[in-house]
């Protein structure tokens, strides 16, 4: 079994991932990129547990999986309150922590 | 019982508890639960002096018992708890427990109304357990523990009435006061932690000190720390002015925490660091030391201070600064083993004394410590004036009372280890100590009775139960269940004197008889036993330290006479004083230089002007911006006195730095703050992606040094 390539592309997803996070102003494609980061780690745990022939990774992995899910809710549920009071779902407007 | 003393605070603390939870729900508040606990506590401790004086001893000396249990290691460190009993010990546990059993009797008919009679008798549990939690411990760690516990409890009792200010400021002067020892009671047992290789082990700490395993410098540096804590809780100068206003708690507890036995935990640490002190002050060289000198000074400062004090709890409050003195000095002049039996005599009679003025009290004077209140009471209170005579002659020291065994024997090892200074300031003491007991004795029980001298403009309506509060002195009166029981004389404020019931007088009769005679346990001379209480409390370091280097003074006649004789001179100067009916100020008013003595005296020497004044004062503000800075304040404060009043100073000091210094340098600190806020709050955008990529940005960093450095 090659680990290289799984590696590689997770790595891929991972860049990709945070290009999305930081790049876009979209609320939900940024919530959408955190979920591609999530996931190329998932990749890489499961690639890992193959490797090594035990299921500690896979089952990692589901809780991971279960864990983004919940966190994807909150997000959502987050961009949908900041939709209603602004009409908007553009991140760089959202600066009132700003100190 | 000498394997599970632990078993006695236990006890206490399982009474503690059930008062402190269950107390409003008993019958009688509980007190009785303490009660039981603390008499199962006196005969257990009974048993265990007796099995300790049965113990087999190897040339004079008995092995301590030990018992410790590991609280955590790390690594080869390894922090003990546990008990180390010997006779020290064993007889610690007697003397607590003896005077908390007499206090707990004493204190239900002596609080009986009160309105925190449970809460009184939870901090009496918590406190006694602490007390016999801390005689029995083996490390210092342990020994820290009880000796902050008894402090909170002290707390507790002398703030017992704090809805009246003064009580609940006297309670926080207590506190605070004896916590500044305590600072350097802890850098000493840190000092020691690390001197004596990592371990709290008393035993082992003395060993190693005593056997020259720690270097003389250390020792001393470490000495001296540890006594900044015994000069803080056994009130000695110059920190000794917490004491006297401690009296603002409940006499029994005055008579238990600060007479008989609380205070005297500096000088059990003293006399249980031994070794420590005797190689860290070097009392085997002779020559005055820090603790000779301290203890010599406490001794007669604080017996003049008693000659100008109106109320007797106070003058009783400096009689025991004065003969911790004794005991502080004792010790740092090799007399370990007299201190020691000092402190045991010192118990009874001065447990004894507090509890005939609060029977005074609570009988005789309707609730008002002033003794211009009292007088002629020997008439109206027998029992208390009987009893009272006993502890005046014991602390004056006149045979064959106990005082006098433990007070000359402390003089003759001043005078033959050659502590010229110490044995001056001791007999000094002694005359002093006697001519203002008789004082006491004069005013009080004496003359005429001048209860309702000052009196007589009061409204006569008992069925009110009015207490005016001018004269209550105690506040004991205002804060008790006014209309409760009818039986209950002493709420009447307009009766004669009379005697108290037997749940107060019992309690005196009892302290009366060791008062009286527990001398013999230190008799001197053929017949019985000789000096059976030192066999009886001889451990390894006392062998070590006194024996060995030849410091153990025998009984000397040469002491003993010019000691007694200067006792009854005292008696009989005062005496003539009081009978040729000079009055007490008649002297003051007629010689300017004694007018200047008696405002000097009266104001404790302006001591509570420069603590409260000028330290207080000026640490007060900035205490809690910057602990550097006390030190400054401090200095400053010392170089103004120089210049100016006590009073003035305080004030200047506190503009100055407070003010100036304080101010400029906490505004400095502010807008440093401020500047150094401008800069980072660029980082604070309020971007989301902004903190994503700081935060990406340092993953990477940690990856990228995990790939280079591993």
């Known amino acids: 079994m090659m680990l290289n390539q799984f590696l590689i592309l997770s790595a891929f997803l991972f860049c990709c991932g945070i290009y999305g996070v930081l790049a876009r102003r979209n609320a939900v494609l940024v919530l959408m990129s955190v979920e591609l980061m999530i996931n190329s780690v998932n990749m890489n745990l499961i690639a890992f547990s193959v490797y090594q022939d035990n299921v500690i990774g896979h089952v990692f992995s589901l809780f991971a999986i279960a864990v983004a899910a919940a966190e994807v809710g909150v997000g959502l549920a987050i961009v949908l309150l900041i939709y209603r009071n602004r009409r908007s779902i553009d991140i760089s407007d959202v600066a009132q922590m700003k100190g | ?710």
């Open chain 2, 1 to 710: 019982m000498l394997e599970n003393a632990w078993i006695l605070p236990a006890l206490m603390v399982g009474a503690f508890i059930i008062i402190l939870f269950f107390g409003k729900k008993l019958p009688q508040g509980g007190w009785w639960v303490g009660q039981a606990a603390v008499t199962a506590c006196l005969a257990l401790s009974t048993v265990a002096g007796v099995q300790w004086y049965h113990r087999e001893s190897v040339d004079g000396l008995r092995e301590p018992v030990r018992n410790l249990v590991t609280w955590f290691s790390d690594g080869n460190v390894k922090v003990q708890l546990g008990s180390h009993v010997d006779g020290f010990a064993v007889a610690m546990l007697f003397v607590v427990s003896f005077i908390s059993f007499c206090v707990h009797v004493f204190s239900r008919d002596y609080l009986r109304d009160d309105i925190r009679f449970v809460h009184y008798f939870a901090s009496l549990g918590l406190f006694t357990a602490a007390m016999l939690w801390m005689v029995q411990s083996a490390t210092t760690l342990g020994l820290l523990f009880g000796w902050e516990l008894m402090g909170l409890c002290s707390f507790l009792l002398i703030g017992h009435w704090w809805e009246d200010e003064n009580n609940s400021t006297a309670a926080l002067k207590a506190f605070l006061t004896t916590r500044t020892g305590d600072i350097g009671l802890l850098i000493g047992i840190i000092i020691l932690f690390f001197a004596a290789g990592h371990s709290f082990d008393i035993a082992h700490t003395n060993h190693l000190a005593l056997d020259g395993g720690i270097k003389q410098s250390l020792l001393l540096v470490s000495a001296c720390c540890l006594f900044a804590g015994v000069v803080g809780k056994s009130a000695q100068f110059p920190l000794h002015t917490w004491l006297p206003d401690a009296m603002a708690g409940p006499t029994p507890a005055s008579s238990l925490i600060h007479a008989a036995t609380m205070v005297v935990a500096g000088v059990y640490l003293f006399g249980r660091l031994y070794g420590v002190f005797f190689k860290g002050f070097s009392i085997a060289a002779g020559g005055m030391n820090l603790g000779a000198w301290i203890g010599s000074i406490t001794i007669v400062m604080a017996a003049l201070l008693a000659f100008v004090q109106t109320d007797i709890k106070k003058v009783l409050a400096y009689s025991t600064v004065s003969q911790l003195g004794y005991m502080v000095m004792g010790l740092s002049v090799g007399a370990w083993a007299g201190a020691i039996f000092h402190l045991f005599t010192h118990a009874f009679f001065k447990a004894l004394l507090f509890q005939g003025a609060g029977s005074i009290s609570h009988s005789g004077s309707h609730h008002s410590f002033e003794m211009d209140r009292m007088g002629g009471l020997r008439k109206y209170m027998k029992w208390t004036f009987g009893t009272f005579t006993v502890g005046y002659f014991a602390l004056c020291g006149i045979p064959p009372f106990s005082g006098f065994f433990s007070k000359d024997e402390i003089l003759a090892h001043a005078r033959y280890n050659h502590f010229g200074f110490a044995f001056a300031a001791g007999s000094v003491g002694a005359f002093l100590t006697a001519a203002y007991m008789t004082r006491v004795m004069y005013k009080v029980f004496f003359g005429e009775n001048r209860l309702h001298l000052a009196h007589d403009d009061h409204g006569h309506d008992a069925d009110t139960h009015a207490v005016d509060e001018h004269d209550t002195h105690d506040a004991h009166a205002v804060y008790a269940v006014v209309g409760g029981n009818e039986e209950h004389e002493s709420h009447d404020d307009h009766s004669d004197p009379h005697e108290s019931n037997w749940w107060i007088i019992a309690p005196l009769v009892l302290l009366a008889i060791p008062a009286f005679m527990v001398g013999i346990a230190q008799w001197p001379w053929g017949g019985i036993p000789k000096n059976a209480f030192e066999h009886f409390i001889a451990n390894e370091t006392f062998e070590k330290s006194i024996v060995h280097n030849k410091m153990l003074i025998p009984f000397h006649w040469s002491v003993a006479v010019p000691s007694v004789a200067l006792a009854c001179a005292g008696i009989a100067a005062s005496l003539a004083y009081y009978l040729g009916a000079k009055g007490d100020l008649g002297l003051v008013r007629r010689y300017a230089p004694a007018r200047w003595l008696h405002s000097f005296l009266k104001n404790k020497y302006f001591l509570d002007h420069l603590w409260t004044g000028v330290v207080v004062g000026s640490i007060r503000g900035p205490i809690a911006k910057a602990a550097y800075w006390v030190n400054q304040n401090v200095i400053d404060g010392v170089v103004n006195t120089v210049g100016k009043g006590a009073a003035a100073t305080g004030k200047i000091v506190y503009d100055v730095v407070d003010q100036g210094i304080i101010d400029g340098l906490v505004n400095g600190s502010g807008s440093a703050a401020r500047d150094g806020g401008g800069i980072l709050r660029i980082l604070q955008s309020g971007r989301v992606q902004n903190y994503a990529a700081l935060f990406l940005g340092g993953v990477g960093l940690i990856a990228l040094a995990l790939a280079l450095f591993v």
